[in-house]
């Protein structure tokens, strides 16, 4: 896609300015790392000390990322058990006019696909009104050519549709910049073939919550950016939240920028707000994000079954768990439950994530993709205030490795995916297309970890290894097995 702005940054300008504003982080790409090991090996006696300077060890861990490269600037909320604990803003909403983000964290972000939980809560909200039923097929309430399929509207909650995801769509590179009916989006999607049949694995997928989106507005007789406000919103006293525009003047409003290489950061590329919708078009800030946290997982929003709905992944329709609910990806690394979800779109990236065992909310928003985003600072933040996940040990692998050995293939995000398992040093490795190899950790059952993704081998009535599945937690890829 062609960049409609002229303007950009030059990667010395941007280098200055974080030499100039933030001289005193050091070694910024490992402050956070060091200030999580030192927080944990201190004695007993200094760990409470410690504790009562959470506010400021908090307040460092933010003001290293920030200080880092092609991260303009930050915001950051942190609240533990009803105590914020951080509520901040660092570096720059606007490079070009040198504007600092305020100080107080009020700045308001493009969120991106953390408008899903949005989307999903108000799609509950339907059918405890009795307007929506969860089970009713999606053509009940929008045109949409299935092609005979019955596609649930929680298949599409969930990803599981099978729906091509129009993100992902060439086409979707000249689209984005027009202002066009939404008509046009669902005459395109609906002429693609389905990725694979309802309920049968799950591909992150933005057409979903598109139409989505057109559903609440049938039912409501509304708009969507309507229905949020009034209905989302204002209940959880969220003054500062809004559906973006790309032409709207907002006070307060950070810039965005892209990454147009290792080192150089360009104005936000042009999309028009009639396409991210119900699946990325909100706006919010850190603090708003926080007592959206706050009355979505306090039961102040959704009645106890609606929620629990809301955040409890379905089984695939072969009884496979998932770790996707309804716009939330639910999971317990470490046996930590975490129920979160990110963002993306031109110019943001966003992270939000509740820890329900702890009650604590952290929500970090950064006005700028590129190589370093926003979740490895929601981690060490929450880490700052739990401790450390714990470590799974790794037992012993008694099978033999060559028999899971080969290639498999199937369905992914962005099209078809080919997975190489190999044996490499005496343990199993991995390469999906060209890419490197990686070796994964053994957790038992035919199961592997790395990096949060789970690859389980899965055997035939035969008894041999017929299919790998490949869970990222926003996917669950069914690959098949095609050689070895």
């Not at 790409?29 to 090996?41: Q, R, W, Y």
């Not at 997928?205 to 057109?214: C, D, E, R, T, V």
């Not at 590129?370 to 700052?384: C, D, I, N, Y």
């Not at 490795?429 to 035919?446: S, V």
Request: charged share 20%.
């Amino acid at each position: 896609m062609a960049d409609r702005t002229s303007a950009s940054l030059a990667p010395e300008k941007v280098g200055r300015r974080r030499v100039s504003m933030r001289a005193t982080a050091a070694r910024p790409g490992a402050v956070v790392g060091i200030a999580l090991i030192l927080l944990a090996s201190l004695p007993v006696a200094a760990r409470s000390q410690a504790a009562l300077d959470l506010p400021a060890t908090l307040d460092s861990l933010a003001r290293a990322h920030a200080a880092r490269d092609m991260i303009p600037g930050v915001s950051v909320a942190v609240v533990h058990r009803g105590e914020t604990l951080l509520e901040a803003g660092y570096g720059f909403v606007d490079l070009e006019w040198d504007a600092p983000t305020p100080a107080d964290g009020s700045a308001s972000y493009e969120i991106g696909s953390i408008t899903k939980q949005f989307t999903a809560a108000a799609v509950m909200l339907l059918v405890e009104d009795g307007r929506l039923d969860l089970d009713a097929d999606l053509t009940d309430y929008v045109d949409f050519d299935t092609r005979g399929r019955s596609v649930p509207l929680r298949r599409l909650l969930d990803h599981t549709s099978g729906i091509k995801g129009y993100t992902e769509m060439p086409v979707f590179g000249e689209l984005m910049t027009l202002d066009l009916p939404r008509d046009s989006l669902v005459r395109l999607v609906e002429a693609e073939p389905f990725e694979f049949a309802p309920g049968t694995a799950l591909i992150y997928n933005n057409s979903a919550y598109f139409l989505l989106g057109l559903v609440i507005e049938a039912i409501s007789e509304g708009s969507y950016e309507d229905f949020v406000a009034e209905r989302l919103f204002a209940p959880a006293g969220m003054t500062r939240s809004y559906y973006c525009s790309e032409t709207e003047m907002r006070d307060g409003r950070a810039h965005g920028y892209d990454a147009a290489g290792p080192d150089r950061l360009i104005r936000a590329r042009y999309l028009d707000h009639t396409w991210p919708y119900a699946a990325g078009s909100l706006c919010s800030t850190v603090g708003d994000l926080a007592r959206w946290n706050r009355a979505l997982h306090g039961g102040s929003l959704l009645s106890a079954s609606s929620y629990r709905a809301m955040t409890t992944p379905a089984p695939l329709e072969d009884g496979t768990a998932v770790r996707y609910a309804m716009g939330l990806l639910v999971d317990a690394p470490g046996g930590r439950r975490t129920i979160a979800h990110g963002g993306g779109i031109n110019g943001f990236l966003s992270d939000g994530r509740y820890y329900p065992d702890d009650d604590l909310i952290v929500v970090v928003l950064q006005n700028a993709t590129g190589p370093v985003g926003p979740g490895a600072l929601g981690a060490a933040l929450a880490e700052a205030v739990l401790g450390p996940v714990p470590e799974a040990g790794e037992p012993a692998f008694a099978g033999d490795l060559g028999e899971l050995t080969g290639t498999y293939s199937g369905a992914a995000r962005g099209g078809p995916m080919t997975l190489t398992v190999l044996v490499e040093d005496g343990g199993l490795a991995m390469r999906i297309g060209d890419g490197a190899t990686t070796a994964p950790a053994y957790r038992g059952d035919l199961r592997w970890d790395r990096g949060g993704v789970r690859v389980t081998f899965i055997r035939g009535a035969g008894g041999a290894v017929e299919e790998v599945r490949y869970d990222t937690g926003g996917g669950h890829y069914v690959l098949m097995r095609t050689a070895g």
